[in-house]
DNA sequence: CACTGCATGTAATTTGTTACATGATTCA
DNA sequence: TGAATCATGTAACAAATTACATGCAGTG
């Protein structure tokens, strides 16, 4: 039964949390859940009904299509089953770090711009955790799950602000490497 | 011809710093880049395949059954091309942080084994890309590649050293609250 | 001569993404 | 009534992993 248990498990547990509609579920992996999972949208439904099948979550049809769905005690106990197993670490690919190591091809220009949008993305990221942050404070109805959460929220913060720490540290590099790659571009040389 | 553009990046980027054998850019990749890039083993031979078609690389057959692999001038211009392409950000997916989120159904037990296997890695991680930074530096047939290099080194070891913080400041919460889970464990209060 | 490591490849399967198709509800 | 958003799903395609199959070279 180790096909999707990945999926299995995000989408249990998202529903562990409060019952929701597959649209929903959507929107809350792409806000809360997206700074560190994601799933694409053709694979929700399909394992939604999935989950239907092994009766581990319930569809409640309620008036027009939509449907709420809710895990059921067999979901919960699947779902502590699946949180228990060993996370399988995602295998990395940082297109950014690949483009910087290849960096003498692209030219330090290139690279400097690079660095910028990946600093500019941190510093976004570390807003949108901050508000995040904000609203899982502000909700009481999580109660004791806020403090999980809000321990993924940090570690999204630390990793952002490493990130910015190390943009800033890598555009002075850049800046150094740039200069000793043109020695005489301007008229005279100097600071200014 | 958008199809495995990221794979080639790799393959091409790897083969321009020096030519060698679909081997051993696997172990390369394992290695060096593996910090922040993985290939599959499956894939390298089928990339390499389809460069050789393309005349981007050329396959030097030497004794018996090897080949060295180098990149034709054709090969780095379009190596260069891939490289200027705006990096496709990578989906996140956390197992460990995933696992965090639900916390409540795991117990803080389990969650602050998972937090201490994370900080373990990183700590692993930093050990190795002090090793790989040291031997960055001491070769000098790199050039001017080392520097690029060595943002790339930087880049994990900010994120390691986070990664290592935001561990021991969850450690601390996680022992918070598990003490609140069970206030009367002993027979005394106390810290002993 | 058996074992380990180097080396090259293929096939089957699983996963994941994207685009498409459809319809209800809400609000201007 | 038209547009935007909510909602559910499918099919085609692209990508990635895994396991398998093969053979050479050096070494104890």
Redesign the pocket.
């Known amino acids: 039964v ?3 248990d ?2 299995q498990t995000a989408v249990l547990g998202a529903l562990s949390i409060r019952p929701m ?4 579920l959507r929107e809350q992996i792409l806000s809360t859940l997206g700074h560190f999972w ?6 929700i ?2 394992a ?2 999935q989950l239907e099948r092994q009766d581990l979550v319930e569809r409640k049809v309620s ?5 709420n769905f809710a895990v059921t005690p067999a979901g919960l106990a699947r779902l502590r089953e699946l949180l228990a197993e060993p996370p399988q670490v995602a ?1 990395p ?1 940082n297109g950014v770090l690949l483009r910087l190591f290849f960096g003498r091809q692209l030219g330090p220009e290139r690279c400097r711009e690079l660095v910028r949008e990946r600093r500019e993305a941190a510093v976004r990221s570390l807003a949108e955790l901050g508000r995040a942050r904000a609203e899982v404070e502000a909700d009481p109805s999580l109660g004791e799950q806020a403090d999980y959460i809000l321990l993924t929220v940090s570690a999204g913060e630390h990793s952002a602000r490493s990130a910015i720490a190390w943009a800033d540290e890598a555009l002075a590099t850049l800046d150094q490497l740039a200069a000793d790659h043109r020695p005489a571009d301007g008229t005279r040389g100097g600071t200014r």
Do not use: H, M, V, W
Not at 38 to 43: D, H, I, L, Y
Not at 63 to 67: D, F, Q
């Open positions: 180790a096909r999707s990945q999926t509609t597959g649209y929903a994601s799933e694409s949208f053709g694979q439904y399909p939604l009904a008036g027009s299509g939509s449907s295998k690919r």
